[in-house]
C-alpha cells in the first residue's frame, strides 16, 4: 500500500459521515478496490444476466458443439452445444446467491451463538461450544453432504447445509472475542454507568467485535462458494442442467483429454476470481474497520 | 459480623448532610482454597462535598469494597453483606435506599444516575470504537432521558468543565486520538454526567504521570467544590491523598485500621500500620543514601487470615496478650478519630520519628 495518496479530508473533516470515510479510505487500497470492481460486476452479471446473456443457458447449438472460443462463442461450446460464456455468467447468480445466504445464515447464528456463549460463560458457553464443537470436527464436505443427504437435495437444503457448516466457525470467531472484550475496563465501566446486559452486549461488546465478524464474513462468503462449486461437482448441489460453476467443471471432465479445455477453465476461472474478490475485500475492510489500523491509513494519506 | 460502634462526625468540608452509609460491609468469595474474605466489616459515612480517601496496599479490599457499593463484582463466586444506604433528594422518600438490597435489574438505575466511577486506567476504560461523544451522552440519554440535542450540549458543557481544549470539535474523535491525562479528563466528564452524589476514583490518577496528576486531583477538587458531590479517592499513594482527603481511612486485609481527619492522621497516626506507612514515605531532601524505611513480611491472604489482629505477625509492637487471639475492635480515640488496635503506638516509638519529621519539616510538600 505504498501509493502516494491523493488529498484526503483531514483530521477533523466531521462534515462527511461516518460511512462515507470509510468508503473512501477503502477506495485508496487498491487491491480492495479491484475486489471490490469484481464483486460489483458478478452482482450485476447475477442481476441482470438473463437479459444480457447472448445464448439461452440450455440453448443448444449441436451442429457446432465443442468449438473452441470465437467472436460467436467468446468461451466456447461444451458438449451439448451450448454456450460455455451464458452459462458462466449465469452461473454467478447461482453462487452469489447461495454463498450469500448462507454466509447470512450462520453470521446470524454464529453470533448470537458466540455472543451468548462467551458474555454469559459457564455452562452456557460449555454447552454451546461443545455443540459447536461437534460441528466443527466433521469435515465440511462430508457434514454438508450428509445434511443434503438427510434433507432433499434442493438449492435451499444446499444453503442450509453451508450455513451450518459455517455456524461454528463464526461463533468461534465471535466468543473469542467477546471472551477478551467483555474483560475490557470500559465495559466494566459501562456498566458502571448503569447499562443493562443485553445494552451492553448490543451497544458495547458487538461493535468491538464487529470487525473481526466483519472479515471472517467476507472470508466465509470465498468458502462458501467453494464449498457450494465442490458440492454440485460432486452431484449433490445445483442440479444440471441448471448453470452451475462446480456442475459445469464437472461436466467438463470427460472432454479435457480431448483439449476441450475452454470447458473447464472459464468455470474454474470465475471460481478463482469470485473468491479472490471476497479475500481482498475481507482483507481491505479490516484494515479500514479497525480505529487503530484506520488513523494509521489516515495519517499515512497526510503526509 | 462486626457491630463496630460509629460515632460518625461531621468533617470540615463537608456540609454535613450524609449522602452514603455503609454499614458492615462484607465481601467474600468462594475459591477453590475456601472462602476469600476481602472486605470484613466497613463501615463509613459520606457527606456532601467531603473527600474521604481509602487508602491501603494492594489486595487490602480498597476497590473491592467500592465495586460492592453497586454489585459491581461477580456475584455466584462474589458475596456481598450489609447495607450502603443513599440518601438524597426523592430517594426512597428521605429513608433513603439501601442498594445492597435491590435488584440487579433496579441496579441500574442507580449506578452512573447516583454513584459514578472512574476508573485507574484511562487507556483502557474507553470504548475504542464509540466516538467519546457518544460514550458521554449514553448516561444522560439513558437516565436523565435528554435527547440527542440536549446530551450533546451538555456533553460539551462538561468537556469544557474538565479542561478540554476545543471541546465541541472532540466530541466526535475517539479515545486514541487523546493523550493519557485527556482521556482520564473525558472519564471524569463520563462519570460527572449524570451529576451523581458519589463519585468513586478507583486509582484514578495512578496510571498518570505526576504532573498530569496534580492536574487531575486539583480538577476533581473543583469540580467538587462547583457540583458538590462527595468523592471517595482510592489510592495507595500517600502522597495525592495527603493533597485532596478531608479523611482518610486506612485498609489492612480487608478491615479499616485507621480512620481520622486528613490532619490529624498525618500528624498522629495511632496504628502501628499507619505509623508503619507513614514513616516509609520518603522525605525530600533529608536522609539521602539511607535506606527507607519499610514494614516486614506481607499482607495476609485472603483466604488465610491470621487469628487475632490481621497484622500481628508484620507487627514490631505487639504490646497486647490479645493482638494474636482476638480481634480488635476499632475503638474511637479521638473525635472522629477511630483505631483498631488494643493500644496505641507510644510516643517514643522510633518509627514515629519519621512521620514527625514529615509533619514538622515537610510542610506544604505534597
Not at chain 1, 468461451?75 to 447461482?94: E, M, N
Request: glycine content about 10%; aromatic content about 6%; some cysteine.
Amino acid at each position: 500500500m505504498s501509493t502516494a495518496d491523493t488529498t484526503l479530508e483531514g483530521p477533523s473533516g466531521d462534515a462527511t459521515p461516518r460511512w462515507r470515510q470509510t468508503l473512501s479510505l477503502l477506495a485508496k487500497n487498491r487491491l480492495a478496490s479491484a475486489g471490490a470492481v469484481v464483486l460489483i460486476v458478478l452482482v450485476l452479471a447475477a442481476v441482470f444476466g438473463p437479459s444480457l446473456v447472448p445464448y439461452g443457458v440450455n440453448e443448444q447449438d449441436i451442429a457446432s458443439r465443442l468449438n473452441g472460443p470465437s467472436g460467436a462463442h467468446w468461451f466456447g461450446t461444451d458438449d451439448l452445444g451450448r454456450d460455455v460464456f451464458s452459462r458462466v455468467l449465469l452461473g454467478a447468480r447461482v453462487s452469489l446467491q447461495v454463498g450469500v445466504i448462507a454466509v447470512g445464515i450462520s453470521l446470524v447464528a454464529g453470533t448470537a451463538i458466540g455472543l451468548a456463549a462467551g458474555y454469559r460463560g459457564g455452562w452456557l458457553d460449555a454447552v454451546l461450544m461443545r455443540l459447536m464443537d461437534v460441528l466443527f470436527s466433521f469435515p465440511v464436505i462430508l457434514l454438508a453432504i450428509a445434511i443434503v443427504a438427510v434433507l432433499e437435495p434442493s438449492l435451499f437444503t444446499l444453503q442450509l447445509a453451508i450455513a451450518v457448516v459455517f455456524t461454528p466457525i463464526h461463533a468461534r470467531v465471535v466468543r473469542g472475542s467477546v471472551l477478551s472484550v467483555r474483560e475490557d475496563v470500559h465495559i466494566q465501566a459501562v456498566r458502571a454507568l448503569g447499562a443493562s446486559d443485553l445494552r451492553i452486549v448490543a451497544k458495547h461488546v458487538l461493535p468491538n467485535v464487529a470487525a473481526p465478524v466483519i472479515v471472517q464474513a467476507s472470508l466465509s462468503l470465498a468458502f462458501a462458494i467453494l464449498t457450494e462449486a465442490a458440492l454440485s461437482y460432486l452431484g449433490i448441489g445445483v442440479q444440471p442442467p441448471r448453470a452451475a460453476w462446480g456442475a459445469d467443471l464437472q461436466a467438463s471432465q470427460g472432454f479435457l483429454a480431448s483439449g476441450s479445455w475452454w470447458m473447464a477453465v472459464f468455470p474454474g476461472l470465475a471460481i478463482l476470481v469470485t473468491v479472490m474478490a471476497f479475500n481482498l475485500l475481507g482483507d481491505g475492510l479490516r484494515d479500514v474497520l479497525d480505529p487503530k489500523q484506520r488513523s494509521v491509513i489516515e495519517s499515512r494519506g497526510v503526509t | 459480623m462486626s457491630a463496630a460502634p460509629t460515632g460518625s462526625t461531621p468533617v470540615p468540608g463537608a456540609d454535613g448532610t450524609r449522602v452514603l452509609s455503609v454499614r458492615d460491609l462484607e465481601v467474600s468469595f468462594a475459591t477453590k482454597r475456601g472462602r476469600a474474605h476481602v472486605v470484613r466489616g466497613l463501615d463509613f459515612d459520606l457527606h456532601r462535598g467531603e473527600t474521604l480517601a481509602i487508602v491501603g496496599e494492594s489486595g487490602s479490599g480498597k476497590s473491592v469494597s467500592t465495586l460492592a457499593l453497586t454489585k459491581l463484582l461477580p456475584i455466584p463466586p462474589g458475596r456481598i453483606d450489609g447495607s450502603a444506604r443513599l440518601t438524597g433528594e426523592g430517594l426512597g422518600g428521605g429513608e433513603g435506599v439501601d442498594l445492597l438490597a435491590l435488584s440487579e435489574r433496579d441496579l441500574t438505575g442507580y449506578r452512573g444516575r447516583h454513584v459514578g466511577y472512574v476508573f485507574q486506567d484511562p487507556m483502557t476504560s474507553l470504548n475504542p470504537v464509540h466516538t467519546i461523544g457518544r460514550q458521554l451522552t449514553e448516561g444522560m440519554r439513558h437516565h436523565l432521558s435528554l435527547s440527542e440535542r440536549d446530551a450533546r450540549d451538555r456533553a460539551v458543557e462538561l468537556l469544557e468543565q474538565v479542561g478540554i481544549p476545543g471541546a465541541a470539535e472532540r466530541l466526535d474523535d475517539y479515545p486514541h486520538q487523546f493523550s493519557g491525562g485527556m482521556r482520564q479528563r473525558v472519564v471524569i466528564a463520563i462519570g460527572l454526567s449524570c451529576d451523581p452524589e458519589v463519585l468513586i476514583a478507583d486509582e484514578a490518577t495512578t496510571a498518570l504521570d505526576v504532573t498530569t496528576q496534580a492536574q487531575i486531583t486539583e480538577l476533581v477538587g473543583s469540580l467538587q467544590e462547583e457540583l458538590g458531590m462527595a468523592v471517595v479517592w482510592i489510592t495507595h499513594d500517600l502522597g495525592v491523598v495527603a493533597g485532596i482527603a478531608d479523611r482518610i481511612a486506612v485498609m489492612y486485609a480487608g478491615e479499616v485500621v485507621e480512620e481520622a481527619d486528613a490532619d490529624t492522621l498525618f500528624a498522629d497516626p495511632r496504628h502501628p500500620y499507619t505509623v508503619g506507612l507513614l514513616a516509609s514515605l520518603p522525605i525530600v531532601g533529608e536522609g539521602a543514601g539511607q535506606h527507607l524505611a519499610s514494614i516486614a513480611g506481607l499482607p495476609p491472604g485472603p483466604t488465610d487470615l491470621p487469628p487475632g489482629c490481621a497484622f500481628h505477625p508484620r507487627c514490631g509492637l505487639r504490646l497486647d496478650p490479645r493482638c494474636e487471639t482476638e480481634r480488635p475492635p476499632l475503638r474511637e480515640v479521638g473525635p472522629g478519630h477511630r483505631v483498631r488496635s488494643f493500644y496505641e503506638v507510644p510516643d517514643d516509638d522510633p518509627h514515629r520519628e519519621p512521620v514527625r519529621a514529615r509533619v514538622t519539616g515537610g510542610e506544604g510538600e505534597a
